[in-house]
């Protein structure tokens, strides 16, 4: 009988590998989530993964890097392993447990809602996402773990809705992120959200074009059982997220019967495009150490082309030193990227100022 040719204790990525660093777990009760419109925990998980060496020195001090989750995206899902592939905490542990980068501290960060997501922003629609990311989570960490306390030190990654969230927290909060890396991230919506909208209008056709009788038969069986679940649970959230008045009612850009853009209302998700974004925060986008953005060459939602443009439009500012890199992928399974955008920012980030 033939040996296989990777023997499974060289490669066990079947099961838990114990890690050379430490993966603690904390819970953050938060004020600014508290009384959120949707009435979602208030106490939320936060991860806090120390490299290998944390405990030998203790007057080391370390940059940090906060990771957050594209949509449908929420902390304990770190954990699911894929087939043959570590999971993305034993991943990180490998980079720096093999001296591939410089030590950091990474900090995986929750922003679950009933919808899914919450887009990493303020919005009376779904909660202070964005706040609690900044103004709580920031402090808890740097409070509790010897981090380098600083912008110049401090980075934010993620993938999708988490690369969008990754794009525009350094644009608005520079005083404290320093460096991004962006996987997929939600950009140039004129490609990425508009061709969806056609889909949730026919969707919605089962319904009669209403969202209301959505959610109901939604809450009525297993979620995510129907093929059109995810675009009209993503693009209601993502709504929820954009344009939501004051008093929580949610604005479609489109209409529902034809899908014919609605320009007020599509106004304010194309003030969130980040491409859009850059020259409004050009000084911050020119005080960052680090910009990664990467894309599938056949992403389902052309977010390759979303990090081409956000780079030009980088460019058209003066910053040209971005490492941006397109591959053969779609917009899943591409988590084997995140190491690199990890690395890239730790090298980064570790140097002095």
């Known amino acids: 009988m033939a040996e296989p040719p990777i023997h499974w204790s060289t490669y066990p990525h079947a099961y838990e590998r114990a890690l050379v660093g430490r993966l603690e ?22 991860g806090v993964y120390v490299p290998p060496g944390y405990d030998d020195d203790l007057e080391r001090r370390y940059p940090s890097v906060y990771v957050i989750q594209g949509y449908t995206g929420a902390l304990p899902m770190w954990d ?28 995986f960060v929750d922003a679950w809602t009933a919808y899914g997501g919450s887009q ?12 609690y990311l900044c103004d709580e989570v920031v402090p808890f960490v740097d409070a509790r773990y010897r981090t380098l306390a600083s912008a110049a030190h401090r980075g934010i990654a993620g993938k999708s809705s988490g ?52 959610w109901e038969d939604f809450a009525s069986r297993a979620p995510m059982s129907k093929e059109t679940d995810g675009d009209l649970v993503i693009t209601y959230g993502v709504a929820a997220a954009f344009s939501a008045d004051g008093d929580g009612t949610v604005h479609l850009p489109f209409d529902l019967q034809t899908g014919r853009l609605v320009d007020d209302v599509w106004a304010r998700w ?70 690199g955008g990890l690395a890239y920012l730790a090298q980064r980030l570790t140097r002095e100022p």
């Open 80 to 107: 699911n392993r894929s087939p043959f592939r570590p999971t993305f905490p034993e991943a990180v542990d490998a980079l720096f447990a093999g001296g591939d980068a410089p030590a950091c501290i990474v900090v």
């Open 25 to 46: 777990r904390e819970v953050i009760v938060s004020e600014l989530l508290a009384d959120n419109p949707l009435g979602d925990p208030a106490e939320r998980p936060v």
């Open 163 to 214: 690369g969008f969230g990754a794009m525009i927290t350094p644009m608005l909060r520079p005083d404290l992120f320093g460096g991004l890396a962006s996987h997929a991230g939600d950009a140039l919506y004129e490609l990425s959200y508009i061709q969806g909208f056609g889909n949730v209008v026919r969707a919605l056709r089962a319904y009669d074009g209403s969202y209301e009788r959505f």
């Open 270 to 339: 194309l003030a969130w495009d980040p491409v859009r974004m850059v020259p409004a925060h050009a000084d911050a986008l020119r005080g960052l150490r680090a910009i990664y953005l990467d894309g599938g060459t056949r992403d389902e939602w052309y977010l390759d082309l979303g990090a081409l443009a956000f780079r030009d439009a980088l460019a058209e500012i003066g910053i040209t030193d971005v490492a941006c890199e397109l591959f053969d992928a779609t917009h899943g399974g591409i988590d084997y990227r995140y190491p």
């Open 120 to 131: 990493f922003v303020d919005s009376p629609g779904t909660g202070r996402y964005h706040s």
